[in-house]
C-alpha cells in the first residue's frame, strides 16, 4: 500500500499561465518523501542529513505530466516504492487532484543512500529498508 500525504497548491507554485510551474511537481514529490519519513522512519530527514550526514541524492527522474493542476487545487500525493536495492531505492509517485481523483502527474525517482562527507553510496540500514520495505510493490 502506497505511501499518501495531502499538499495544497499555492500561489508560489503556478507560472504566469496560472498552472503549476513543472519543476513543483519534483517539489511536491520531495515534500511527500519528507513527510514519509516524518510519519515512519525512527528519525526525520532533517536529523538524518544534519545529524547522521546521510541522504537520498536523486540519480535518475522518469515523470509524465497528464494534466495542469491550478492554484487552489488540493491533490494526495501517493508514494510507493517499486525497487529496493543495495543502496537504492526506486521509488514511484502519483499525484491526483483532490476533487476527482484524477492522476495529473506520475513520476519514478530513484535515488541513492549516501554518506554525505564522502560522497558515496552506503548500504541501506535495515531500520530503513524495513520502513520502505512497507510501501513496495508485492
Known amino acids: 500500500m502506497p505511501y499518501t ?33 516524518d510519519d515512519e522512519a525512527p528519525y526525520s530527514y532533517p536529523e538524518l542529513i544534519v545529524e547522521k550526514r546521510h541522504g537520498f541524492p536523486t540519480v535518475n527522474i522518469k515523470s509524465d505530466f497528464s494534466s495542469p493542476l491550478k492554484y487552489g487545487d488540493s491533490v494526495i500525493v501517493q508514494m510507493g516504492v517499486d525497487k529496493l536495492g543495495k543502496s537504492s531505492v526506486t ?5 491526483l487532484r483532490q476533487n476527482d481523483d484524477h492522476c495529473c502527474f506520475q513520476a519514478q ?14 548500504e541501506l540500514p535495515d531500520e530503513l529498508r524495513s520502513i520502505f520495505a512497507r510501501i513496495a510493490k508485492d
Not at 521509488?91 to 499525484?95: A, C, G, K, M, T
Open 5 to 37: 500525504a495531502l499538499h495544497k497548491i499555492r500561489f508560489d507554485d503556478v507560472d504566469g499561465a496560472g498552472i503549476v510551474y513543472y519543476p513543483h511537481f519534483f517539489h511536491l514529490c520531495h515534500a511527500t518523501f519528507e513527510d514519509f519519513f
Open 91 to 95: 521509488l514511484e509517485f502519483s499525484v
Open 109 to 122: 525517482i530513484t535515488t541513492v543512500f549516501m554518506d554525505l562527507d564522502t560522497q558515496k553510496a552506503v
